[in-house]
């Protein structure tokens, strides 16, 4: 009996040690035992504590059924024996989707989900673990970065303290909290296994955290936590080939979804400032070329727009963006991200490699519409069109197009990537914009749309 309980002993401290250096601090407020009084790690005060914040999220929408008028006149019924009482079926309300969210402000009872938890939902319904069910009213959604805020009645609540989800590790043991497959409050462990993913096609923002605490259908919007019980992330996406988990999920930083949350509590919506530059990500003879150091990473700026904040800050062609605001940058996407993060006309620090040498600048985020060209800039026959640069695609990209303007009936949609005007490469607007001075008349435009290339004559 003795050898069974020093290997008991044993056990419990190779876990402690295994737990890293942040437990002492935890387990010291663990006073947990088993039957024969040997003391046991367990999360379970924590999440004691933390459980209460995170909600389970229901939308319903109301289904329509498709009439057929000739059922509502009286001959046509008489006709086919139909029967006076028959009534069509009539709209009703179903429930569309489960999910989950976490409360982040008891007081205001301000709750943050994903946006693609209550997308085109009619109505919201937020479910405590006490049992307790409240309503909700959408405060603001950000489809670009899959955030949405709810708000419900602040009536006797319990919120989750916000983490900085710049300090986390690889390595740091993470909690994800959620409503998997709508069974109910659910809790999965597992560690940091990425930071800074990015590239996935999931959002128009990615700077994910990527984790093996098992994150299922219904888990999005819920909490990632860490061992103190502060929120680091908003669980939001799996790769699952078979439809289940795998170990690889991803999480919204925090620190971005607060950003989103702030602007959406003030504003009622989102708008994330940009500074006019191309960019794309470093190659290993790029890296080699643009000399920079060992373990070393950026996003190379290939051109910067004319009047520009980037340009009135001093940034060139060529220059390696390594840091923002002090954070790393690893790539195009993770670059968007933390611009996205600062609001428009506030200041930003960037550190950039230029001829071998570190150099930091510091310039104002901008109004993206002040970094896009429109009709006015370019050509009468692209009246309402807007475009931007696509420095990953070597492309210019239409991003949107005007109702009943004349670009509308041109032929382009939203999304074209545009390579040639009139037979010339073109790569950047000012490019774009010498091109289509050739013409007056007419512009012959080359366009990739879903992966296939066309010409399109537009007079």
């Known amino acids: ?25 935890v387990y010291a407020a663990l006073p947990l035992s088993d039957s024969q009084g040997e003391p046991l790690p367990s999360l379970a005060p924590m999440l004691k504590k933390v459980n209460p914040a995170v909600v389970n999220i229901a939308t319903y929408s109301t289904l329509q059924y498709k009439q057929n008028p000739l059922l509502n006149d009286p001959f046509f019924r008489h006709y086919f024996n139909i ?6 079926q009539q709209p009703r309300k179903q429930q569309q989707a489960a999910g989950s969210g976490v409360i982040v402000d008891a007081k205001k009872g301000v709750v943050l989900t994903n946006y693609h938890v209550i997308k085109d939902a009619e109505e919201v319904m937020v479910s405590l673990v006490d049992g307790r069910t409240f309503k909700a009213e959408i405060q603001g959604k950000d489809p670009g970065l899959d955030v949405a805020v709810l708000k419900i009645e602040p009536d006797d609540l319990t919120d989750i303290p916000l983490a900085n989800s710049s300090e ?19 809790v999965t462990t597992g560690v940091v296994s990425a ?85 794309q990500d470093i190659t290993p003879d790029l890296r080699e070329a643009f000399k920079l150091g060992k373990g070393e990473h950026g996003v190379l700026v290939t051109n910067v727009l004319d009047d520009s904040p980037a340009a009135k800050a001093g940034i060139q062609s060529g220059d390696v963006i390594i840091e923002v605001a002090g954070e790393k940058t690893m790539s195009t996407g993770q670059l968007r991200s933390q611009l996205g993060m600062v609001p428009v006309g506030d200041k ?16 104002t985020v901008g109004s993206p519409d ?65 091109a289509l001075d050739r013409n007056e008349s007419s512009i012959l ?15």
């Open 83 to 88: 029967p006076d009482s028959y009534q069509q």
């Open 370 to 434: 002040d970094m896009l060209a429109t009709s006015t800039d370019l050509h009468p026959l692209l009246e309402g069109a807007k475009f931007e640069e696509n420095a990953e695609q070597s492309a210019i990209e239409v991003l949107s197009l005007a109702p009943n303007s004349v670009a509308a009936y041109s032929g382009l949609r939203p999304g074209d990537l545009i390579t040639s005007v009139n037979r010339i490469r073109v790569s950047n607007l000012r490019d774009f914009k010498k």
């Open 195 to 279: 930071l800074g993913r990015s590239g996935l096609g999931i959002e128009g923002y990615e700077n994910f955290i990527q984790t093996d605490a098992s994150i299922n259908p219904g888990n999005s919007g819920g909490a990632l936590v860490n061992l103190r019980g502060e929120l680091v992330g908003i669980n939001t996406a799996i790769i699952a080939p078979a439809g289940g988990n795998v170990g690889i999920g991803f999480a919204i930083p925090i620190n971005m979804a607060e950003s989103s949350l702030a602007q959406i509590l003030e504003n009622g919506e989102v708008r994330r400032g940009q500074i006019g530059v191309g960019i």
């Open 1 to 25: 009996m003795l050898s069974i309980l020093r290997n008991r002993q044993v056990f419990v401290f190779v876990l402690i040690v295994l737990l890293g250096g942040a437990i002492p601090q």
């Open 348 to 363: 930003v620090k960037l550190t950039v490699v230029r001829n071998g040498k570190k150099k930091t600048v510091t310039t």
């Open 445 to 459: 435009l080359h366009v990739n749309r879903g992966g296939g290339s066309f010409y399109l004559v537009i007079r």
């Open 168 to 186: 986390l590790e690889v390595g740091d043991f993470v909690v994800a909290i959620g409503n998997p497959f709508g069974l109910g409050q659910t």
